[in-house]
């Protein structure tokens, strides 16, 4: 019997705990997509015009991107170098607190076609090469290949990529899975509606539409959820909401 495969609860959120903060209704509007800093800064992505647009906790611009293609935002952890890709452009880009670029590396002469990046840090990054079916860790500062494992898997609707602890996290539209670096699956989950993964020190979470997912021991627990919201995300103090274009706080139990 597959026990992993079971989703258990492991802590909820109830809704007594929000708090409704000052934020206009029309940045929210159209929103696709959330992410907060621990400084309180709050992140919009908007797929309607590819923008990103950072504000304060008071609602303040801080600094905005336009561009022409789709990205991914990786993550916002740490606000002074913000990870972005766009596979239709095959560029990794990295900004600054302000949004201002600081670097680019270019895949398209030195790869086949990348699906997917993991920037483990401000040197090495992982990437999904769908061409050759490998996973591949690359020193970009040195523009050096570091490992390169066969990864004969399904690209097409992989969404996020996560490495850690020698084990690769995939996610797809319907499930959550784990693998070795043989390309070996380890567990997986039936899961829909995951947006992105993340990792907060040994912790892997999974950042869903309305729910976020804890996973320990092989076990998928829910540890907060809002039911009929826009966009969910967490930073080290509390859960953000978006709901009817209103933004909620629900801070964490201490």
């Known amino acids: 019997m597959k026990l992993f495969h079971f989703i258990f609860l492991f802590f909820f959120c109830t809704v007594s705990a929000q708090k409704n903060l000052a934020f206009d209704s029309i940045k929210l509007k159209d929103a696709k997509d959330l992410l907060v800093d621990d400084y ?28 022409t293609l789709p990205f991914k935002i990786q993550s916002v952890q740490n606000p002074l170098s913000i990870a972005s890709f766009s596979e239709n ?25 990348i699906k997917m ?21 690359y020193n970009f500062r040195e523009d050096k290949i570091i490992n390169s494992y066969p990864f004969d ?36 989950f039936p899961l829909t509606e995951g947006k992105r993964l993340r990792r907060e020190n040994g912790n892997i979470l999974v950042i869903g539409k309305n729910t976020i997912y804890f996973l320990q021991d092989r076990m998928l627990g829910i540890i907060f959820n809002a039911e009929n919201s826009q966009i969910v995300d967490k930073n080290s103090a509390a859960y953000f909401v978006i709901n009817a274009n209103k933004l909620y706080l629900y801070p964490l139990n201490k």
Do not use: C, H, P
Not at 97 to 105: A, F
């Open 117 to 137: 990046v993991y920037a483990e840090d401000l040197q090495q990054i992982w990437l999904l090469d769908e061409s050759t079916k490998r996973l591949i860790q």
């Open 89 to 113: 452009a095959q560029e990794l880009k990295f900004y600054d607190q302000n949004l201002n670029e600081i670097q680019t590396v270019n895949f398209r002469q030195k790869f086949g076609f």
């Open 153 to 188: 898997i399904d690209f097409e609707n992989v969404t996020d990529i996560l490495v850690f602890n020698s084990q690769v996290y995939l996610l797809t539209k319907t499930q959550l899975s784990v693998y070795n670096f043989n390309g070996n699956k380890m567990f997986e």
């Open 40 to 67: 309180g800064n709050i992140y919009l992505y908007k797929n309607k015009d590819f923008s990103f647009t950072k504000y304060d906790s008071l609602g303040q611009q801080k600094g905005k991107l336009m561009l």
